[in-house]
């Protein structure tokens, strides 16, 4: 059983696609982020979500929308895609401080490549 | 502002040997988490231990052990008896229970254990 599953794994596309990256995790955390990871494997926080509710957009350009139907379920959605978009995605879950335990549990990341 | 700094972007280390990664970290806030992750060549993200900051001892798992010194705001860790699969990137993290609820990464070390 996959505690944070990511679709797709790899993601190649042209510029200017719209694409989406799904996320789900069944570990019951009202918390989830997304992360992208660059070429030189530095992980930024990009948004934080708490029970559906967004608590943090770290100065993403709006291109990039998330989506959280339920707390369960993160997705990204991305349009125009550019070339500088291309990275690892990284969606995590956590437990919300004091919901016990406190790390962060990950997708196994989306390659998204823009050509 | 948190931050999380990681001085060592590599490091070579013989196997068996007992290696040490360093972190530092700096926050004004009195109530935070640090963690240790593995990224391994595959990429997945793989959590390793925590440290609460109210916590009196030093957190171990297995072969890892987080040396933490509040006062010098250093989370180290230490992993005894290296073994050529620990060569990945190590990253570490800071969770901080504020509504920003959110963990931050250093930049990582990438380890590599010789034969």
């Known amino acids: 059983d996959t505690a944070v599953s990511q679709t797709p794994k790899y993601l190649v596309t042209q510029m200017g696609n719209d694409k989406s990256i799904k996320c789900e995790q069944n570990l019951g955390h009202d918390t989830m982020y997304w992360y992208k990871q660059d070429s030189k494997k530095f992980l930024k926080i990009m948004f934080s979500?708490?029970?559906?509710?967004?608590?943090i957009n770290e100065t993403v350009p709006n291109r990039f929308s998330p989506k959280s139907p339920d707390k369960a379920h993160l997705n990204l959605h991305i349009n125009s895609l550019e070339l500088g978009d291309s990275a690892v995605y990284f969606c995590?879950?956590?437990?919300?401080?004091?919901?016990?335990?406190?790390?962060?549990?990950f997708g196994q990341g989306t390659r998204l490549t823009v050509v | 502002a948190q931050k999380i700094t990681q001085t060592q972007p590599g490091m070579f280390v013989q196997e068996k040997e007992a290696v040490t990664l360093d972190c530092t970290y700096d926050?004004?806030?009195?109530?935070?988490?640090l963690f240790w992750y593995k990224q391994p060549s595959s990429g997945e993200m793989i959590f390793l231990i925590y440290q609460g900051s109210y916590d009196q001892q030093n957190a171990t798992e297995g072969r890892y052990s987080l040396n933490f010194q509040k006062a010098r705001k250093s989370a180290n860790l230490v992993i005894s008896a290296s073994q050529l699969g620990d060569s990945a990137m190590y990253f570490c993290?800071?969770?901080?229970?504020?509504?920003?609820?959110?963990?931050?990464f250093g930049k990582g070390t990438r380890l590599h254990i010789l034969p």
């Open positions: 979500y708490n029970n559906k509710e967004l608590i």
């Open positions: 993290a800071m969770r901080v229970k504020n509504r920003d609820d959110k963990i931050i």
């Open positions: 995590a879950s956590s437990p919300r401080p004091g919901q016990g335990g406190t790390e962060a549990f």
């Open positions: 926050t004004s806030d009195p109530s935070y988490g």
